[in-house]
């Protein structure tokens, strides 16, 4: 019904649209400048006049989403002009995450610098979801008291798995957990502390990817291998997280390396995970890096990605892990002498998962900070 | 520099822009029309004006793009309009292939009926590319000679082939051909008849994924494999060719089944062509099908990939294989209990990496017929 487009009543959330665009790109601009940006910078980068710029400034400083800061040195005559700075004591997101063998919860703020971090080191196997889930909501009360004690305001939770999640956060399966079906926000927000946060839930390996991706920066095209009991993966193709159709990319511990090998949890014989999982690390059979390197050559046959980043529990392991990986990538890959594929440790090492959690918090204040105003 | 955009100068540029925007838009609206719309049905559909698209309808049937045709019957009072189809005796694309054990080249029309079609069965593994490609290149100008009799005009050439092809058409390597560094291009070219066309070279997978998603609809994801004495891959993810960084990806014929097992052509060993691929299957071992699924599983677990598309030798094979694969998909597929994974076989059967190359000559003409009514 196009008339509707053109009443009258429509115009209040056109503009109002039009502010919460404006507020983004805004805050946009401070984050993404390397000096500190005056209002009349930003109005010159942003093709906006210096009277909007300076409202909507002045909502994000009261919001506690900008902050004014000392002028960048200048050399000029004149008065230096304030500069703007993301603020350090605004909102701030809580990243979860829990493996087999480890409950952790950090709080980043909105310029990215962690600002809590906590983890205990447990065997969850034996603990059933909810139990598992109460020790870890606890850990992250902790997290969020003292960052709310720091002058922070945690803006919502973001929880990371080994495992299958749907788009509702629920958790589908989690083999290494022995989890089914687990709804995890409910779980999490039954803790008193916790209940009035948003929580989301995904997949570690796809976390950890998307923190690789944005906290550092780099490759558009990577695959990122989280190497933990299970072994998860995240691909980015073209800078964006691929997900696949059903959410469930990414189940590189259950490809197969040995098609009568040692049987998996799973109930398939000779996965990757059984070769190259952690507890086949600690085992005696030097197999983790061959393994990894046949499942890491299908990959790139399969999907010409030039980049692989080891993570989880191989970013302290990369240098032993490197050369046994290299030499079946040169071997198997049809493409190996035409273009060798670059091998690195995660940038965020074990954190990354964690971190590529609460980054997705603090990504969605920065993406609408209207809607965090309105709060 | 902005004060060029503004420039008089610039004024004519953006006007024939414009024409050869609103020239594809007819020709679309016409090509996807289930029934033969008359000029004003074109221009209710486009939001142009009756004597624009009058205009561009005139120059796209001089041009031989579309055609007049009977209007559709109509029950209401009034003459009726003329009507308007996409011509079957205009521009058409001339789709060719090698392969290790035949060649063929096919002539589709604008409406995307084959016209032509010609096939050699013959070793071409003896043979240096540039006798195969001229070979190759006298059974095209047999297909194009037939064309133009019967009133086709050959718009341009693709060829596929079992390799690696970099963007400027050169054939990296196709090493069932035993080829390495070929200009595909120039020497096709060099047979008398095709001087004077157009000549692209795309992977015989790409064009048989592309023909797969374009000529006959359907998924917008999924993996195509096709079966020859190599084996390559398709990827189509969300309706686009996946080509990977450097247009390498696909080769699931170099996909790892049996890590220890039958030496390959490329230097690696056991790799899935030596079990599923044409040769092997002539063999006694029944290992196909089995290999075959556990490189699927591969992708299945890596991309989530809800489709997969047996084309090549694989498409009459179809039944035969079917259940050796579905066992393995069952097996080895973390989420196959969740959803299982649809296998089919090719639409297009053994032709489709040709009729793939000739569409892409087709979709050039439709996308850009501006660029085809100035030559």
């Not at 962690?114 to 909501?137: I, N, W, Y």
């Not at 392991?317 to 071997?331: H, N």
Request: with cysteine; net charge negative.
């Amino acid at each position: 019904m196009p008339a509707r487009l053109t009443s009258p009543s429509s115009a209040p959330v056109r503009q109002s649209s039009v502010r919460a665009h404006n507020l983004a790109l805004v805050l946009h601009t401070v984050a993404n400048s390397t000096d500190r940006p005056s209002r009349a910078a930003v109005a010159a980068i942003t093709g906006l006049t210096r009277a909007t710029v300076s409202a909507l400034v002045d909502d994000l400083v009261a919001g506690g989403l900008l902050t004014e800061v000392e002028p960048p040195p200048r050399t000029g005559a004149g008065r230096p002009a304030v500069g703007l700075a993301v603020s350090a004591a605004g909102p701030a997101g809580l990243g979860l995450e829990i493996n087999v063998d480890y409950l952790a919860a950090c709080v980043v703020d909105l310029t990215g610098t962690v600002r809590q971090r906590f983890a205990e080191h447990a065997d969850q196997r034996p603990a059933d979801p909810g139990q598992a889930l109460t020790m870890l909501g606890r850990l992250a009360a902790r997290a969020r008291l003292a960052a709310e004690a720091d002058g922070l305001i945690v803006a919502g939770a973001a929880l990371a798995v080994p495992g299958l999640v749907a788009d509702d956060g629920l958790v589908r399966v989690a083999p290494n957990l022995g989890w089914q079906d687990v709804d995890a926000p409910a779980l999490l927000g039954a803790v008193p502390e916790l209940a009035d946060l948003p929580i989301t839930v995904d997949n570690e390996a796809n976390l950890a990817a998307l923190g690789e991706l944005r906290v550092t920066g780099g490759d558009p095209t990577f695959l990122y291998v989280s190497g933990e009991v299970g072994i998860g993966a995240g691909l980015v193709l073209g800078g964006e997280l691929y997900r696949g159709v059903r959410g469930w990319s990414g189940e590189i511990g259950h490809v197969t390396v040995f098609p009568d090998g040692r049987p998996c949890r799973c109930g398939a014989r000779g996965c990757l995970e059984q070769y190259a999982g952690q507890e086949a690390l600690a085992g005696d059979e030097p197999l983790a890096a061959a393994a990894l390197g046949i499942a890491l050559s299908a990959v790139v046959n399969l999907l010409d990605v030039p980049v692989i980043v080891l993570g989880g529990a191989y970013a302290p392991l990369f240098a032993t892990l490197r050369p046994g990986i290299e030499e079946e990538l040169a071997r198997r890959v049809l493409t190996s002498g035409m273009a060798p594929v670059v091998l690195r440790p995660a940038t965020l090492g074990p954190d990354a998962a964690m971190r590529g959690a609460a980054d997705t918090v603090i990504r969605a204040v920065r993406d609408d900070p209207a809607a965090w105003l309105r709060r």
